[in-house]
């Protein structure tokens, strides 16, 4: 048992400039990932406040620039940046530049699929019947399918979309499918419902 443990000692001495150095870069390890906690920390906040400085700007040029200064940085208030620009966008009726800009902000930023989806919908609502009906079906290409809560809007813009386009056939299958999918919300089903006898019999 002592010689056991006497090599154990002896084995411990051997090694002890690879237990300090191991120990030493354990610490530093600590150390750097506290550093760039605190960093990350630091920067959320530098840009809430600048975001929120910049919501008070009354000149649009000034606030178009600083909004776009934080657009350019990665992070919860670069969306919240874009999302900025592009109601300013919309607001002045450049609707060709809000669809460029929702492209831009699915395509470039490294979103969740939630989110990709959630912004291809709230996009192709904003911009229904006010461009072309091809760039509609474009930002409905990114919404992701596997997302149930979706299906239903997705499906309602599909049906407004085959009214605008005159597509009587497109219409009647896309309207059956909303009446027959359990999964599609009763306000929704409601909606499209009303929008379907209108036109009917209108």
Do not use: C, H
Not at 15 to 39: M, T
């Amino acid at each position: 048992m002592n010689n056991i443990f006497n090599q154990l000692i002896n084995l411990t001495k051997e090694n002890k400039k690879k237990i300090i150095y191991l120990f030493s870069l354990l610490i530093l390890i600590l150390i750097l990932s506290q550093v760039y906690i605190f960093y990350n920390k630091n920067k959320i906040l530098k840009q809430s406040i600048q975001f929120y400085n910049s919501k008070q700007i009354a000149s649009k040029d000034d606030f178009y620039n600083e909004m776009t200064a934080i657009q350019s940085d990665k992070g919860f208030y670069s969306l919240l940046a874009s999302m900025e620009i592009i109601n300013e966008n919309y607001t002045n009726d450049n609707y060709d530049s809000v669809y460029n800009q929702y492209i831009d902000l699915i395509t470039s930023k490294d979103l969740d699929n939630l989110y990709k989806t959630l912004i291809a919908i709230n996009a192709s609502y904003d911009l229904l019947n006010l461009i072309d009906s091809s760039k509609i079906y474009n930002l409905l290409s990114y919404v992701d399918d596997t997302i149930e809560s979706f299906i239903g809007y997705k499906k309602e813009i599909l049906f407004l979309l085959s009214i605008l386009d005159n597509l009587d056939e497109e219409k009647e299958i896309i309207y059956s499918e909303i009446t027959n999918n359990e999964k599609i919300p009763p306000s929704i089903k409601l909606r499209v419902k009303k929008i379907y006898e209108f036109e009917k019999y209108n």
